[in-house]
């Protein structure tokens, strides 16, 4: 079988079935946040509560929809994991937590510039994290000053006036 092709020999599918669950999970938070609203009678027929429940349903038959595929083996073969990229990408995500509120903005979403364009197969690291500093910086002067949006100052940014 090659990859793409629907897999014939019915073998469940387990991350299909994982997505469902994940599917149907978020729908039963939709349901429950939107049952605990309080909705004055005058909007009870048509309120804030009509969407949520339309996504929520929406979700539910996709959740649905996707366990019964999984189930007849209808998803096609996908190619072995590569954990390396990933690795990459989660190290930028959790080197940024650790960075931003000490180092700023612009040093901490830099690392994270950096990581993902590794994490991509994108130069190395010594190019891409000065350039996701100016592109960072940049985006923290236009919220920071342009805008007046707090973002987190680190000793970069504490050196513009």
């Not at 090659?2 to 938070?29: C, M």
């Not at 994490?119 to 236009?142: D, H, K, Y």
């Amino acid at each position: 079988m090659s990859l793409g092709e629907p897999n014939l020999s019915r073998r469940p599918d387990g991350a299909a079935f994982v997505i469902a669950l994940v599917l149907a999970a978020i729908a039963a938070v939709i349901i429950w946040q939107t049952s605990l609203m309080r909705v004055p009678p005058i909007q009870a027929k048509v309120g804030p509560t009509v969407f949520p429940y339309v996504i929520a349903a929406g979700l539910l038959v996709l959740s649905f929809a996707t366990a019964i595929s999984a189930f007849r083996g209808q998803f096609p073969v996908r190619e072995k994991i590569n954990y390396g990229p990933i690795a990459w990408i989660v190290g930028g995500l959790l080197a940024q937590l650790l960075l931003i509120s000490w180092a700023g903005f612009s040093i901490g979403t830099a690392v994270l510039f950096g990581f993902v364009a590794k994490g991509f197969g994108r130069g190395p690291l010594w190019l891409s994290v000065p350039i996701g500093f100016v592109l960072a910086f940049a985006i923290w002067f236009i919220f920071s000053r342009g805008l007046q949006l707090s973002l987190p100052t680190g000793p970069i940014e504490r050196l513009v006036p």
